[in-house]
């Protein structure tokens, strides 16, 4: 299961998740302008969090953390139990930013030296 198991379209207050050519694209509500992506992929019961990307002149306005709360809903409508999500080790803007999501730590090494983060859906 990838993107095509989540339940979408689905809008917020200022942004909507859309498939589209195989892809999750994060835009704006008001003017359908894309402002960034979502890459998700089944790894066995969690659905994992490849890639949220705002593009960078729209991020600092909370578009990230609105898609990542309406990931995780399409996520829990779709019938998945967990949302998982990983932070590279160069990042500390990653750690913070899935730990305020509501996703927690997992002890032990993710992929690439990273730090892995789970959230129980439902």
């Not at 590279?88 to 090494?109: I, K, N, Q, S, T």
Request: contains cysteine; aromatic residues 8%; proline residues 4%.
């Amino acid at each position: 299961m990838s993107n095509e198991g989540l339940a979408l379209p689905i809008a917020g207050e200022r942004v909507r998740l859309e498939r589209r050519d195989g892809q999750v694209l994060v835009l704006r509500k008001a003017s359908a302008e894309r402002v960034g992506n979502l890459v998700v992929e089944a790894r066995g019961e969690a659905l994992f969090v490849r890639s949220l990307c705002i593009d960078e002149a729209r991020r600092g306005y909370g578009l990230g953390s609105e898609t990542a709360r309406l990931l995780r809903r399409a996520a829990g409508e779709a019938g998945w139990g967990l949302l998982r999500a990983w932070a590279p080790p160069d990042r500390g803007l990653a750690v913070y930013f899935w730990c305020r999501m509501g996703l927690r730590p997992l002890h032990g090494e993710g992929p690439d030296g990273g730090i892995w983060f789970e959230r129980v859906l439902g």
